[in-house]
């Protein structure tokens, strides 16, 4: 079971950036923690999340 941004899913063996897009996110426009450790957009790609990682994504929303 992995948790993303509080929420227990089963993940486990997927690629990051597939997940990412799949839930709708922009992958410029995020931030991605990943067991408390930020993971640059260029290796978004090459993550595979693993049972039990936390993963918190932060999505810029801009504003006036």
Known sequence: MVKINGEDK???GRKLLEYLLEA???PE???VERNLEII???R???ILIQDEDVIEVLNFVGGG
């Open 24 to 26: 709708g996110f922009e």
């Open 29 to 31: 426009r995020v931030v």
């Open 44 to 46: 978004l790609g090459d």
């Open 40 to 42: 640059p957009k260029d």
């Open 10 to 12: 089963e993940l486990a």
